[in-house]
């Protein structure tokens, strides 16, 4: 059977909007929003350009315009017909002492690791920033250290080569940390090694420089992140440096009508890309009503979701916004045959 042209025409999705997403350049940014193209009146509605052409009434709350057009996420629910409502739930913010990482920077430019392994965008934003502030990029400094570089999943990688960062080595099934972990070559190994035949997102250019041999990995990560990396790298061989490169936080509550359109259910369905932003939501709207499905980016996220109480419809079989909206739409639509 032929699916329908808009499977989740008419849906309004909650889609959290990334934290650092504002810091970190886009293949082909949306061009700058002027002052009128964000509303911040918790009582107005945002008309938001649907990537379909017709513009679509979002209910409340602040939706960048640059954010909108170039999210995979709003991209993807509008061509399945479904109201995006975009909502901070949580934000990021500096390491109370930045030290510890401009210290690491200074020893990745200087060879002293032979992997650079980042698990966000996040990470990635906080890398550029930091390494802005030491008046050089993020890329001459990984270049001239000629350390390879791992990325968990194709967003983060995206987000690092958008700053001329090459990637060596993302997982090529789960953007999980476990899996990076997998896919990780032993200690001594000059170069990643060969990805699986057919498989995608597994291997980049090598830098220009030669690969130092040092044993060492840098992982800088979030305060609130899982040690698996750390763990599971140093069980294989490897001496990690673990560095704190930003605090998660609560984002401020949404306004009013998101509130509203969440408590009664106009919005039938939430896309949760972090076990943070699963607490915020919890935090701050509450469990949904039956009606709402849940679709969540992977089994660390959807282990947070049931311990707050919610109940899980779908996992991401691909951890990317886009395969949140294509798991929402197999569990929507289940008489139908998916990809």
């Not at 293949?27 to 509303?39: I, L, Q, R, T």
């Not at 060879?111 to 802005?132: I, K």
């Not at 044993?215 to 305060?223: E, F, H, S, T, Y």
Request: net charge negative; charged share 15%; glycine share 8%.
């Amino acid at each position: 059977m032929t699916p329908p042209a808009d499977p989740l025409a008419g849906w309004h999705v909650l889609v959290p909007q990334p934290p650092a997403d504002a810091l970190i350049p886009h293949p082909a940014p949306a061009p700058a929003p002027d002052e009128g193209d964000v509303a911040h009146a918790s009582t107005a509605r945002t008309v938001l350009e649907s990537p379909v052409g017709a513009p679509r009434a979002v209910p409340g709350g602040a939706v960048p315009a640059g954010w909108g057009a170039a999210s995979p996420a709003v991209v993807a629910l509008g061509a399945v017909g479904a109201v995006p409502v975009v909502v901070p739930l949580v934000r990021t913010v500096p390491a109370q002492d930045p030290t510890p990482l401009d210290d690491a920077l200074l020893a990745l430019g200087a060879g002293w690791y032979e992997w650079l392994a980042v698990t966000s965008q996040a990470a990635v934003a906080v890398l550029a920033q930091r390494a802005a502030h030491a008046d050089e990029p993020l890329a001459a400094i990984v270049r001239r250290g000629g350390a390879q570089v791992a990325a968990v999943g194709p967003g983060t990688r995206r987000a690092l080569e958008a700053l001329d960062v090459p990637v060596a080595l993302v997982p090529p099934v789960r953007s999980t940390a476990a899996d990076l972990v997998a896919a990780f070559p032993a200690p001594g190994t000059a170069r990643a090694p060969e990805p699986p035949a057919g498989s995608a997102f597994t291997r980049g250019p090598w830098p220009a420089a030669p690969t130092p041999t040092t044993g060492r990995v840098l992982v800088p990560r979030g305060d609130l992140a899982a040690p698996t990396l750390t763990d599971g790298l140093a069980a294989a061989g490897w001496q990690v440096d673990d560095v704190v490169a930003y605090r998660t936080v609560p984002a401020e509550p949404p306004p009013p009508d998101v509130a509203t359109a969440w408590a009664d259910g106009t919005i039938r369905a939430v896309l949760l890309t972090s076990a943070s932003s699963v607490r915020s939501l919890v935090d701050h709207l509450g469990p949904p009503p039956a009606s709402t499905l849940v679709v969540v980016i992977g089994p660390s996220t959807a282990v947070q979701a049931r311990r707050s109480g919610l109940r899980v419809d779908a996992v991401a079989r691909e951890q990317s916004l886009a395969g949140l909206v294509t798991a929402l739409v197999a569990v929507a639509t289940p008489s139908e045959e998916h990809p």
